[in-house]
């Protein structure tokens, strides 16, 4: 395993091009959620030609619907969820500037392709590590579709957020690269 | 006759859905452990060493080991001698999950309709009650909040009485297999062979619940569950798929009855945070 690379948000290409598949990074600064629900609504704007609730420009999205925080925590348990699910909406917010996303789980190629176009690359969080996780996620406020409540997006402030380069922008896979070195 | 009221029902369901949502079996935090000693890949190495740190903070701060708190499923096991007092026996169940979710800071994972509104009703329920007529005088509750990302990689197969263990243990692989890194590996594996294509289904995900290091009775089912853990390691999908010896952690096997003309083979997977809780009234 190659040495933890500190990266801050927001990104641009350079910060990307320096990202490789199977880096472990510590992420800084501010990120923001978006599942299902909330990728949905916003690729139905992005096709009524109407301005996004967020500007996405050299951003990163964390696929997360996280729990209720506990009183006293800025957070609940905020783990990833799959990304897969977002991938038909990903493209276009590549298109317009999204520069990483944070998830668990393989992309299609479509995606992957978009990733090269665009300069962006793709985090993975380890799935189930919620709790852990959280410890990391300083500040949280709901910045757009409030009535999605899980869903909704929410605006973080991480600090050394652990994640792994799982797709870099020239489209190296670490799931396609780790497991056959492991097969018997 | 012993009459129980569904106020007891309704505490002991929300107690067993707070314990599940914070604490991991010790059974199974000795199975992680076990696992990252026998871990070959550095990547995989650290991705158990999170989980294992995950566990163990849910459980000292009583928050959510996995914010995916799961859809409620509950297993009860009614003692034909019990009489329950003092109101609906299904609406109690939910009140339980409703208050265990609103109250322990979980998250509400539950859509009205699949396919339209898909509006959250806000209190993770209706659960999923599966309920079984037994003997004697107790109720035996046994929940599993259940979390999508693994079982949306769950299969069923209608295989042919010909394929044998052979095809039963291949279809489980392939099912593993395809999944990838999606289910949040190292996962658990219930597979229910025979009854019919619903039940098979339902005895895998009760098959998760079983402790973790048991295997099934039967010499021969528990030959087939080594096995299928045997070549599900060997694929190499490894800790959060990055790679490694550990893809699942068991294979529970459970089989029934079934007709002359079919096998089928269900298979539930469950991701690494295998939560359930066992209480008996």
Redesign the interface.
């Known amino acids: 395993?190659t040495q933890v690379k500190k990266i801050t948000t927001p990104l641009d290409d350079n910060k990307v091009k320096q990202l490789k598949a199977?880096d472990?990074v510590l992420v800084t600064g501010y990120i923001y959620t978006g599942r299902d629900?909330a990728h949905k609504r916003l690729i139905e704007l992005i096709e009524q030609g109407k301005e996004l609730p967020i500007d996405i420009q050299g951003q990163v999205i964390y696929y997360?619907?996280?729990?209720?925080?506990?009183p006293g925590?800025p957070c609940?348990?905020?783990?990833p969820?799959?990304s897969?699910r977002m991938d038909p909406y990903a493209p276009s917010l590549l298109d317009r500037g999204l520069k990483g996303m944070i998830g668990?789980?393989?992309r299609s190629q479509e995606v992957i392709e978009s990733m090269k176009k665009n300069k962006a690359v793709y985090l993975?969080a380890?799935?189930?590590?919620?709790?852990?996780?959280?410890?990391s996620i300083k500040k949280s406020e709901v910045v757009a579709y409030d009535d999605?409540?899980?869903?909704a997006i929410h605006r973080y402030y991480v600090e050394d957020f652990?994640a792994?380069v799982?797709i870099d922008c020239e489209g190296n896979n670490?799931?396609e690269t780790?497991?056959?070195?492991?097969?018997? | 006759m012993r009459e129980i009221n569904t106020t007891q029902i309704k505490s002991k369901v929300k107690e067993l859905f707070l314990k599940a949502n914070y604490h991991i079996d010790q059974d199974l935090m000795q199975r992680l452990e076990e696992a990252l000693k026998e871990e070959t890949s550095s990547i995989g190495k650290s991705v158990l060493q999170m989980i294992i740190e995950n566990n163990k903070i849910a459980s000292s701060e009583e928050i959510a080991i996995c914010q995916d708190t799961g859809l409620a499923v509950v297993f009860v096991e009614l003692g034909q001698q019990i009489c329950i007092v003092g109101g609906d026996f299904a609406e109690v169940i939910n009140q339980g999950v409703k208050e265990a979710y609103q109250e322990g800071y979980l998250r509400k994972s539950v859509v009205d309709d699949p396919v339209f509104e898909r509006k959250n009703t806000k209190t993770n329920t209706p659960a999923i009650i599966y309920t079984d007529i037994v003997p004697g005088d107790k109720i035996k509750l046994t929940v599993l909040p259940k979390g999508f990302g693994s079982e949306n990689m769950s299969a069923l197969a209608m295989l042919k009485p010909a394929d044998g263990p052979e095809g039963i243990v291949n279809f489980i692989v392939e099912t593993v297999r395809k999944a990838g890194p999606n289910p949040c590996p190292p996962t658990i594996i219930g597979v229910g062979i025979g009854g019919t294509a619903d039940k098979a289904m339902v005895i895998a995900k009760k098959a998760i619940a079983r402790k973790m290091g048991e295997h099934n009775q039967n010499e021969r089912y528990a030959s087939m569950e080594k096995e299928a853990l045997e070549k599900i390691n060997n694929l190499g999908i490894g800790p959060a798929g990055l790679g490694g010896r550990t893809t699942s952690l068991a294979v529970h096997i459970d089989y029934l009855p079934t007709h002359i003309a079919g096998m089928p083979v269900a298979i539930n997977v469950c991701c690494h945070a295998a939560r359930h809780a066992e209480g008996i009234l």
């Open positions: 395993m199977g472990s629900a997360v619907g996280p729990a209720p925080a506990k925590y609940g348990s905020a783990g969820t799959t897969y668990k789980g393989s993975g380890v799935g189930g590590a919620a709790a852990l996780i959280a410890r999605l409540g899980a869903e652990p792994i799982i670490l799931y780790e497991p056959p070195k492991y097969k018997k």
